[in-house]
């Protein structure tokens, strides 16, 4: 079925395709025109146009969503531009050239195409019909420039109004009052157990909000501030669940060099603390570690928690858009071999001067 913005297209290409020709008609000055626009020779010119123009037209359309296809992710830009562009005249000319040869040379008598000159008259129509079709087909790869930025801007803007509506949730969220509550009454009973302990893990606590206050207007930290921050937040959970958790990082990057979006790995963590049962028994493991200079790895093993309702996956869609604002690279989210693992790209510090990145 025929779609509504196709008959559209049609029906504005159409208009263009009759303007064209009835411009042109009126610029050139046939000996032996007698005036009719409907003879036989106006009726061949009118078709071989329309067919012509249309024809670049939708071969064009054709080699753009191709190319855009093929290439997931990649805009439309000089280089496939010009790759676009020769096959299209690779389709058009010889077109042209056979429609106006037979139309001159075979079917003279049936266009009605006198010419003292038939070489000079196909020339001629040869070259009137490459110059509109190039122009045909430069006029369709702008607009189709034009209207990629327009989406990559308006893709851009509503990236940027979801990181900052999300950006204070994530922040207030993650550092929830249920973790406050848990952190107390691991500390109640810790002043009766191990006062050392337990002051230890006052200080931890305070570095853990101090942190949270510190950034409250930062999407982005670095990250050796977010392990600094981690490192509070291990050691509270480790002291809470004891030998039924065990939390190891092991980051071989220089962390004063990267970014990431804030609370990002103790989002994470918590993640698998909220998806999995753990216990002395059968602990739960998180290793957090640096892959490479682009990335961290996040794994835990799996003892899937039943869950009562379906999980929505909130936090992890949060952490996708965040980082989906300031690069093309994207968080992995895998599970084999009973263990589940995110990973996340690092960015370069350099990453909040770039106004505008373009999105697969």
Not at 120 to 130: E, G, K
Not at 309 to 320: A, D, R, Y
Request: proline fraction near 2%.
């Amino acid at each position: 079925m025929v779609s509504k913005n196709y008959i559209k297209k049609f029906a504005i290409r159409f208009l263009i395709v009759n303007l064209i020709y009835f411009l042109v008609k009126l610029t050139i000055d046939h000996d032996d025109d007698d005036g009719t626009v409907f003879d036989a020779t106006g009726v061949f010119y009118y078709f071989s146009a329309f067919f012509l123009l249309m024809l670049a037209w939708e071969t064009n359309d054709w080699l753009i969503r191709r190319e855009l296809n093929s290439n997931i992710g990649r805009s439309l830009d000089i280089s496939n531009g010009f790759k676009i562009l020769a096959i299209n005249l690779l389709i058009i000319l010889p077109t042209a050239a056979l429609l106006y040869y037979v139309a001159i040379f075979e079917l003279e008598h049936l266009c009605q195409i006198d010419a003292d000159d038939p070489w000079l008259r196909f020339r001629i129509d040869f070259f009137r019909a490459t110059v509109l079709g190039f122009a045909a087909i430069l006029f369709n790869m702008f607009y189709y420039a034009l209207k990629q930025k327009k989406e990559l801007e308006n893709h851009m803007n509503k990236l940027k109004k979801e990181a900052m509506t999300s950006k204070y949730k994530s922040l207030k969220n993650q550092i929830s009052p249920h973790f406050l509550f848990n952190s107390l009454n691991t500390l109640t009973s810790l002043m009766y157990e191990d006062r050392d302990l337990a002051s230890d893990f006052v200080s931890r606590l305070a570095s853990c909000y101090r942190y949270i206050l510190d950034n409250r207007e930062e999407d982005l930290v670095s990250l050796e501030k977010e392990l600094n921050f981690l490192d509070s937040f291990i050691f509270m959970m480790n002291v809470r669940h004891k030998d039924a958790l065990s939390i190891s990082t092991y980051i071989s990057v220089n962390p004063k060099e990267y970014l990431i979006p804030t609370l990002t790995l103790q989002m994470l963590v918590e993640n698998a603390l909220k998806h999995n049962y753990y216990s002395k028994e059968k602990p739960l493991e998180i290793s957090i570690f640096s892959k490479d200079t682009h990335s961290i790895v996040i794994q835990n093993n799996l003892h899937v928690r039943p869950q009562k309702e379906v999980s929505t996956k909130l936090g992890l869609k949060n952490i996708q858009k965040r980082y989906a604002f300031y690069t093309n690279q994207k968080v992995k989210i895998e599970t084999e071999n009973s263990f589940f693992k995110i990973t996340i790209p690092l960015l370069t510090k350099d990453i909040k001067d770039i106004s505008i990145v373009k999105v697969s």
